[in-house]
């Protein structure tokens, strides 16, 4: 089963970055998934934030995040990041991260984890 671990949210004012990880299970290989983050607020549709492929490293990013936001994968630690800079208000979600067949998919596969909670104050 493919298991996808998130972790690095907090409460950071505007303006401020935060690094988030998601970790994957042992015997988990990177090279055969795209890797996805998505965030999600109350009464929302959990969208779609960023996305690679660790394979070949093309990265993918909504327009709402491009020049803030920077994915980028550890394959050796099986591990991919998100640096998030400038944080905004708006950017204030529970953030997963999900192993995808291709970006751009919102079907994950295994579960959805339990998330990491990022708060950005004003």
């Known amino acids: 089963e493919v298991r996808l671990v998130e972790s690095g949210g907090g409460l950071v004012q505007a303006g401020g970055s935060l690094r988030l990880s998601c970790a994957a299970s042992s015997g988990f290989t990177f090279d055969d998934y795209a890797i996805g983050w998505f965030r999600q607020t109350p009464g929302k549709e959990r969208e779609g934030v960023s996305c690679?492929?660790?394979?070949?490293?093309?990265?993918y990013y909504a327009d709402s995040v491009k020049g803030r936001f920077t994915i980028s994968s550890d394959n050796a630690k099986n591990t991919v990041y998100l640096q998030m800079n400038s944080l905004k208000p708006e950017d204030t979600a529970v953030y997963y991260c999900?192993?995808?067949?291709?970006?751009?998919?919102?079907?994950?596969?295994?579960?959805w984890g339990q998330g990491t909670q990022v708060t950005v104050s004003s």
């Open positions: 690679i492929v660790p394979k070949d490293g093309r990265q």
């Open positions: 999900a192993a995808v067949l291709i970006c751009g998919s919102k079907h994950p596969f295994g579960s």
